[in-house]
């Protein structure tokens, strides 16, 4: 590969990355989660060592005056910025695994120790080459640790692709979870495959413009759940609603009877008059999450619009769909007076089966809708404040 060409390739992956970067930087609505925020970090030291593997190419052999200090300088920064991918690839996969905060701040301590030794062995080659050397003629020739440079990065990187391959095989097979999975595992492909060939082509920098492909995989990952999914509370939107019911009312892949189930929130407006709208939308996201932690793997789960949520839900009986939605009703007054809030977490419940006779899907969705505000109407004002936990059983 010319020299010219290796750069006009890393230039282009630049211009990339630099592309994917102005996006997140543009859609603020994202800036609140976790994952996103370090993906941008991820674009952000891509393209920073992309600059850097591109000035180490531009330098080399170069012979005006400093010419050799400044080729010093941006490989040794290069260098230490190697692991920073891996670093910042295992944070990211630690959120998209739910690790909890406590336990996520100890292992960036963990992880953090390969970034700091790779960073002392650069400090060190300023002196005493250990992953390059610069000859009398300016010319980059790998030092006698070269390896090592690659070793620090692996070493993250692995240990978490590992991690999250034991994740996929303890979810369900062909569970929403375990299929989120699949983007994170294939991430590390792209870079291991250009590692190998940089190994053996001295010289050629590949490594971090097959990064961009890996950067690229999990960019469309999370464009896609952000088109499938409500940015406040994780369920599905409305959007993906439809598709589903249409398939699962086609009978091809139901076992049981099929039933729509719509939840209204009780009191948004009143917590969001008196405890304001931030309390609002922590209310629903408990909702959201009790939900999600109380349907199976197999049920939709989504948020309808506003403060309604829908559930698809195949069950042999009538009284397994009851049973669903009480427990739904109990853990959600156990889950407000766990948090001590000022207010209760309560929602208003209809349902309908789905039956061949209807014309339109959109028939069940308006009868489920009419039970549900004729059950809201029955709880009446009272029913909502604090309901004890056998509320939901006298009701279903």
């Known amino acids: 590969m010319s020299a010219v060409l290796y750069i006009q390739t890393n230039i282009f992956a630049i211009i990339v990355l630099f592309i994917l970067w102005l996006h ?6 994202d800036k609140f989660l976790s994952d996103q925020r370090v993906f941008e970090w991820m674009l952000l030291s891509n393209i ?20 050799y200090t400044i080729n010093l300088i941006v490989t040794v920064l290069y260098y230490a910025a190697n692991p920073l991918m891996g ?15 406590s336990k996520l701040k100890n292992r960036l301590l963990v992880y953090s120790a390969p970034v700091f030794m790779n960073l002392i062995c650069c400090i ?12 009398s003629e300016n010319l980059y020739v790998r030092g006698p640790l070269f390896f090592l440079s690659f070793s620090f990065s692996y070493i993250l990187i692995f240990y978490i692709f590992f991690r999250v391959l034991h994740r996929v095989r303890a979810e369900e097979k062909y569970s929403r ?68 019911l249409d398939w699962k009312a086609s009978g091809k892949n139901r076992k049981n009877d099929l039933y729509i189930i719509l939840m209204d929130m009780d009191n948004l407006k009143y917590i969001n008059d008196n405890y304001g709208h931030v309390s609002g939308d922590e209310a629903l996201v408990d909702i959201a999450e009790t939900i999600k932690g ?12 506003g403060d309604e949520f829908i559930l698809i839900a195949e069950r042999s009986s009538e009284d397994e769909i009851r049973e ?9 007054t156990q889950r407000s007076r766990i948090r001590n809030s000022q207010y209760s977490l309560s929602v208003s419940v209809g349902y309908a089966l789905w039956q061949r006779e209807y014309e339109d899907i959109k028939d069940i969705i308006a009868i489920a809708d009419e039970r549900m505000y004729q059950e809201k109407k029955k709880k ?15 009701r279903f």
């Open 294 to 305: 109380t349907v199976t793997k197999d049920d939709f789960a989504g948020r309808y619009g």
């Open 24 to 29: 997140f930087r543009h859609d603020k609505a």
């Open 177 to 244: 979870q375990r299929k989120s999975y699949w983007p994170l595992i294939a991430f590390p492909i792209p870079p291991i495959i250009g590692s190998i060939l940089q190994v053996y082509l001295e010289g050629v920098s590949i490594i971090w413009v097959s990064t961009v492909i890996s950067m690229l995989i999990i960019y469309v990952k999370i464009q896609n759940t952000q088109m499938s999914t409500d940015s406040l509370t994780g369920l599905y939107n409305r959007k993906q609603m439809m598709p589903y």
């Open 324 to 332: 669903l939605i009480g427990n739904i009703g109990c853990k959600l």
């Open 124 to 135: 060190i080659n300023g002196f005493t080459p250990v992953f390059f050397i610069l000859d």
């Open 87 to 101: 670093f910042l690839y295992c944070i990211f996969c630690e959120i998209k695994l739910g690790t909890p905060q």
């Open 380 to 394: 009446g004002s009272a029913a909502s404040l604090w309901p004890s936990t056998d509320f939901y059983q006298r």
């Open 48 to 67: 920073i060592i992309l600059v850097l593997d591109v000035g180490t190419g531009a330098l080399d052999g170069q012979n005006f005056e400093g010419a």
